[in-house]
């Protein structure tokens, strides 16, 4: 069965777009991949529920691109390229931190100061996870301080699934469930 993905981070150059542009191109600068990137929004269905894009220069060669996450229902790659009017899924990446991604496609916190030539958002994002990462002491230190498994689960459901079975054993010795 082919993966099919909900959230995708990727980036696209001229070498990728496909002749859905052609009109739009007049050279590798920044206003033939604004108006690509206006053209690209104003095509994605109702099925891509938020986004942010950025046409920004690359820090080590300048090249133009577009920098962009989208959150969308469940696609194949083969798929978002054709939606995307792109010729490669190589454009597209697995989401390893949501909120990161939106953060650096919008400029947002510590991309702020980031330079685009053009930023567009849409949606309200989902975002699930979470940047602050919960370590497995923090969670030793909450079972001492009295909270429960299923307090830590509700409030660290991402760490709790990490470190699930130490904070079991953890929580039945400290309990004195084994002594």
């Given amino acids: 069965m ?3 993905l909900r959230r995708c981070f ?4 001229f070498g990728h777009l496909s002749e859905r542009y052609d009109e739009l191109i007049t050279g590798e600068n920044s206003e033939s991949m604004i108006l690509v990137l206006e053209k690209l929004i104003a095509n994605l269905d109702d099925a891509y529920t938020a986004g942010a894009f950025a046409v920004e220069a690359g820090e080590v060669a300048g090249r133009i691109h577009i920098q962009f996450y989208v959150e969308h229902k469940p696609k194949r790659l083969s798929t978002l390229a054709k939606d995307f009017g792109v010729t490669t899924n190589a454009c597209f990446d697995v989401v390893k931190s949501a909120g ?4 650096y496609c919008a400029g947002l916190g510590d991309h702020a100061s980031k330079q685009a030539f053009k930023r567009l958002t849409f949606g309200e994002p989902k975002l699930s996870g979470t940047l602050a990462k919960v370590a497995l002491n923090d969670l030793v230190n909450l079972i001492i301080s009295g909270i429960t498994l299923k307090e830590i689960m509700k409030a660290h459901p991402y760490a709790y699934c990490v470190h699930r079975d130490r904070l079991r054993k953890f929580y039945e010795d ?3 469930l084994m002594f």
């Fill in 100 to 103: 990161h991604a939106w953060d």
């Fill in 10 to 13: 990727g980036t696209i150059h």
């Fill in 174 to 176: 400290w309990n004195g």
């Fill in 2 to 4: 082919a993966m099919q």
